[in-house]
């Protein structure tokens, strides 16, 4: 497969000084040319085109807050700062085209390093978002390297001195011997209806992104709307969409709506029914219910022993209810088990004051 990508950016105002992100708006373009491949057509070429020129728009965003505080403090990944803009900046096609060969797209966004530097801080005061954030993006780099290694078996089928010789071929992921179904049909053939599967789960995941950004403006409208069109892509089988609207939901104060939401996504995948357990807590804690708050978050931490969120919530209920030794308890207890907010608020709470005993008076 050949790529071909261009990158180009001007600045508006000069966006950094002395190392540091400054207010002026930073106006960033990129282009990408996708060279289709066998198994490509319009929808999948774009596609792939799409995310391309997103992530090249991201990661160009991310170098202009890698300096900020905010990153410093948390310490954060450049892969997940990468994870944190895809939720907060939008990418806005401004030119595409397609000649049956290549899929051409240029795309652009205008930001303000400090109001991204901002809107991070917020995702990381929400650790079950950052969390699907991430959980999103890696998701999305397996589907394209899947999309690679697919094509790459088709592109060694098709070699002269591969001809009727599939036997010989690399075996991998896809490199088994066709099924019987497939005999008697044009190489490479058998991989189509996979492809076309990858590729629906690209464009799903694309749009649960893009989802996240409206969240985080506060356009929930736009946000149910786009995943509404995630879940005509793939109806009924992918979790983040079901999860995107539980978070949606829940800001719109729709906390039936926000459970059963969370709840579908955990019969899709196991993996979110400790996020279920949890927001129970987290609801019981925003209506104030503390009693009961620290019941379910209890139950969360015994049925999830490894779960880092559940032990930061129960740290925040313990301090809200006086229990201070609990709180840290259950505080250090989440930092050592990953959780970054948790690792920043030990890192930056001021020293405990130690009681000075005054001398007996003789």
Known sequence: MVKIAKVFFVFLTVALTCGRASSAPVFI???YSYQASELDSRISSRTIALEQVKRLALEQVGTYVASTTIVNDYQLSSDQITAITAGIVGVEIEKESWDGKTYYIKARCTVDPEEVSQAIGKVLQDQNQLAELEDTKAKMDDLLKEVDDLKSQVAYLETPN???QNQDRPQGQYGEQPQSQYEGQPQGSQ?????????NQVRTLALVQSSWTYYNAGQYQSALIVLNKAALINPGQEPRIHVARSFVYFRMNDRTRSLAELTM????DPRYRRQVALNRTVYFQRTG???RALAEANRTVSQYPGYSYAYYHRAMIHNDMGNRNRADQDMRRAAQLGNKKAQYYLRTRPPKKVPVKKPARG
Request: aromatic residues 14%; without cysteine; hydrophobic residues 25%.
């Open 289 to 291: 219910d503390r009693n």
């Open 265 to 268: 996504a955990a019969r899709l």
């Open 191 to 199: 991989y189509q209806n996979q492809y076309t599967y990858v590729i």
């Open 29 to 31: 373009e990129k282009e």
């Open 162 to 164: 591969q001809q009727g």
